[in-house]
């Protein structure tokens, strides 16, 4: 139970003193409890599931939980954007069935022209990784160029667009991470 109640803890974003108050527990107790040192009660394990928005069951079991491990295969992606036309930019969300995510990661094909697409900024941080292909990531002061596996980390605020370089679109892995400890949890704009 240990373990998994930790996990559970902090997929709800909850501290151990947040959930050690809702489940009507002490914090150091409830510190035991995720590092093996005690076992609860049954009423004690059913206020900590009740807290954590759970059945009881989940507590004990042994079993990977699906929404703790996603797996999506090349041919599962999810199409989440696509231009219209040759050359024109699309996009395919991965684990796009997995809620309470804190990264938000997907597959770019960039276009071949970027001179008429606007810059793109947003909160937190982006990782970029290409795949295949050729790109440039442009920022207004700088413009980086890009080879089959190279990466880019950024503060997403800085305004960034991205295209293909090369005769077929780049495939570039990205993932966005937008902190939801902010004013409202939203959806980053893709780049």
């Keep these: 139970m240990s373990s998994r109640l930790r ?9 151990l003193e947040a959930l050690a108050e809702q489940a009507g527990v ?10 093996g040192l005690a076992d609860p009660s049954i009423s004690t394990a059913l206020k900590l599931a009740r807290a954590l928005g759970v059945d009881v069951g989940r507590l004990f079991s042994d079993e990977v ?13 999810t ?5 219209a036309g040759p050359g024109a930019p699309h996009y395919e969300g991965i684990a796009t069935g997995l809620s309470g995510k804190q990264m938000v990661p997907f597959v770019m094909y960039p276009p071949t022209d970027a001179t008429g697409s606007p810059y793109k900024s947003h909160d937190g941080e982006e990782f970029l990784f290409v795949h295949a292909g050729t790109a440039e990531l442009e920022f207004p002061e700088r413009t980086v160029r890009l080879g089959p596996g190279d990466s880019v980390y950024f503060n997403s605020a800085l305004p960034h667009r991205c295209r ?3 005769a077929e679109p780049a495939e570039i892995l990205v993932v966005i991470h937008d902190d ?3 004013p409202s949890e939203r959806v980053p704009t893709l780049p």
């Design 7 to 15: 996990v559970l803890r902090k997929q709800n974003r909850l501290s």
């Design 26 to 35: 002490t914090k150091s107790y409830l510190s035991k409890v995720e590092r």
């Design 65 to 77: 939980e699906p929404e703790l491990v996603t797996v999506v295969r090349a041919e599962e992606r």
């Design 79 to 83: 199409p989440i954007a696509a231009g």
């Design 164 to 166: 293909s370089t090369g």
């Design 180 to 182: 939801p400890a902010g």
